[in-house]
């Protein structure tokens, strides 16, 4: 028996076989070169390749078809019809008898230049078949290299899935019922894996460090969410441990079921907005049953990570039926937030040097408008529906927060020519979660309908700290100072300038980062829904004076340890 220290991400505790996830995605793609009486061999590799591909997707579709429905179907049919396309066989015949190099490299260059051709084009259809292309070309590529292209979609027995890092593309698409724990060597509380490991209640331990090397294929593993550590072969006694911890969780569980239809106020009556953040529409059961107060934050990019860009229509689908779940509660809807680590290849975005300070968010709208456009036309057409609000992210200048208000008032006018009557008067917010936006929060306030404050962000700028790195992750506090600073400034210049402000980062969601936050004025939080309960009762049993002076206490402070054990002893949790 092993036991190992990480951070712990995803509440909830886990006992299950390993599955080893080794993603070969970025795994080279060999280059030699070959004889000119040779490439008639290669291309029989290649032909052999393609008809293993068909009858893989003539499954894939059939399953889609039975499982899920037409439209995911009509995703594989158009890949077979790619795999038959023979304008791709005529280019690798040409390009195994021009430049003589192995079938592997020739198709590895027909995807770079097809990738380059589509998405230059400014036709969004157009630019969404880049997904299609990358999909197909690794499935073939995989053949020939003999590599198991394996997704964690196709996981069908019960499994805790161990590995270097996820990504959120690699999470989206994951058989969310078989992995029932998660463990991986980097990655903290507020990476993007952790925060999709909340929303699908898989326990997660992250930011192990390297620990792979011990684990082989299948042997019994214990995630321990709650408490950060994972057990490698448990023995007895920590099976025993583990039932004790999984029955204290369930009695606790059980607890807060009674305040459930409570709504969130301090125990003096202040009332405060509990909201839910998603990530994907199925998740606003759950802020249902948990009986937020709406959504703060629905982080539309993960509509664009399953492998497939979604145009204006299914966008249109999938917002509506969240708003539609939400039944007249608000609904905030982020433009996506692609870039850093949730990496859309097609786009190009993943060459970058600095990814987290490079091309992401509202920067690659804005310069990719058609895609912007598109998404916030759809947006626009769900906000008939019901109480629906805009939010643009990681603004850091005036000139980004009036350019992207332009460009929505052209979406307006585009959905208003084809005949859908959309508001005009659609509330347009920001997040604030670089320091220049919180320094300037004063300015940015005259042009926006209000702010929602991103802690994981504006903590992972603020302490230039990547947020993914479990190396510098004591740095990743937003108890620091600074962070807790630049909090204050932004809910002073919402105050001054009369707008809304709230809070949708990870800190929100923890009950002693809550009850600071409404000591210092934010009547409206928004996190992962399975946070809510927890949040919930500790504001109820607290009156807000309570808050407010353990707040201006915290201020004076200059150790964010000192402040978490502050916090945590004052409030007994
Ligand atoms: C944040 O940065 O605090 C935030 C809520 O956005 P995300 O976690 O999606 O970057
Ligand atoms: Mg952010």
């Avoid at 997707?57 to 039975?66: I, M, P, S, T």
């Avoid at 590895?108 to 051709?117: K, P, S």
């Avoid at 903290?188 to 209640?201: D, E, K």
Wanted: net charge negative; hydrophobic share 45%.
């Amino acid at each position: 028996m092993r036991e190992i220290r990480g951070i712990a991400a995803s509440p909830g505790i886990a006992l299950a076989p390993a599955f080893i996830f080794l993603d070969d995605y970025n795994a080279a793609i060999p280059s030699y070169p070959i004889e000119s009486d040779h490439v008639d061999a290669e291309y029989r590799r290649f032909s052999e390749a393609i008809e293993f591909s068909k009858r893989e997707v003539a499954g894939l579709k059939e399953k889609a078809l039975a499982e899920v429905g037409e439209e995911q179907a009509a995703i594989f049919e158009a890949h077979l019809m790619m795999l038959d396309d023979p304008e791709l066989k005529e280019r690798v015949q040409n390009g195994l008898e021009s430049s003589l190099l192995n079938v592997e490299s020739v198709i590895f260059r027909f995807e770079q230049e097809a990738i380059d051709q589509l998405s230059s084009s400014q036709d969004p259809y157009i630019q969404e078949r880049v997904s299609d292309v990358h999909d197909v070309v690794r499935r073939v590529l995989g053949r020939l290299l003999h590599r198991e292209r394996f997704s964690l979609a196709d996981i069908e027995r019960d499994v805790i899935v161990v590995a270097k890092d996820l990504l959120p593309s690699d999470m989206v698409g994951m058989a969310r019922n078989r992995v029932k724990g998660i463990a991986t060597e980097a990655g903290g509380r507020t990476s993007h894996a952790a925060i999709l490991a909340r929303a699908f209640q898989i326990p997660a331990v992250l930011g192990v460090g390297q620990f792979l090397s011990d684990v082989q294929p299948g042997i019994t593993l214990i995630v321990d969410g709650d408490r950060g550590v994972v057990v490698l072969n448990p023995d007895e006694s920590a099976l025993n441990k583990e039932k004790v911890a999984r029955s204290l969780r369930q009695r606790k569980v059980k607890a807060f079921e009674s305040i459930r239809d409570i709504p969130a106020a301090t125990k003096d009556g202040c009332r405060i907005h509990l909201m839910a953040n998603i990530e994907v529409p199925e998740e606003a059961n759950l802020v249902n049953e948990q009986r937020a107060d709406g959504i703060g934050l629905f982080r539309s990019e993960f509509l664009f990570l399953g492998g497939h860009v979604p145009g204006e229509e299914s966008q249109y689908k999938a917002y509506r039926k969240v708003v539609e779940a939400m039944d007249g509660k608000p609904v905030t809807i982020r433009t996506m937030d692609i870039g850093g680590d949730k990496v859309l290849p097609e786009f190009g975005a993943q060459d970058e040097k600095n990814p987290l300070l490079g091309w992401r968010a509202i920067r690659f709208c804005l310069s990719k408008t058609d895609i912007f456009r598109t998404q916030l036309r759809a947006i626009l057409r769900a906000s008939l529906h019901g109480d629906v609000r805009i939010m643009f992210p990681m603004i850091s200048t005036m000139e980004e927060l009036i350019k992207a208000r332009g460009i929505l008032e052209e979406a307006q006018w585009e959905c208003r020519s084809r005949g859908y009557e959309v508001p005009s008067d659609l509330k347009a917010g920001i997040m604030i979660e670089v320091p220049s936006a919180a320094l300037c929060a004063d300015t940015l306030a005259r042009s926006a309908d209000f702010f929602s404050i991103g802690t994981n962000d504006l903590t992972q700028y603020t302490m230039a700290v990547d947020r993914g790195n479990e190396k510098v992750a004591y740095l990743h506090d937003p108890y620091n100072p600074a962070v807790l600073r630049l909090i204050t400034m932004t809910i002073e210049s919402a105050r001054k300038a009369n707008i809304e402000v709230g809070l949708c980062g990870e800190m929100g969601g923890d009950p002693t980062g809550a009850v600071l936050l409404v000591g210092l004025g934010l009547r409206e939080l928004s996190m992962s829904a399975a946070s809510i309960p927890a949040v919930k009762s500790l504001l109820l049993a607290t009156p807000l004076a309570e808050l407010e002076e353990a707040a201006e206490t915290v201020m004076k402070m200059t150790s964010p340890g000192a402040i978490a054990t502050f916090l945590a002893s004052r409030f007994n949790v």
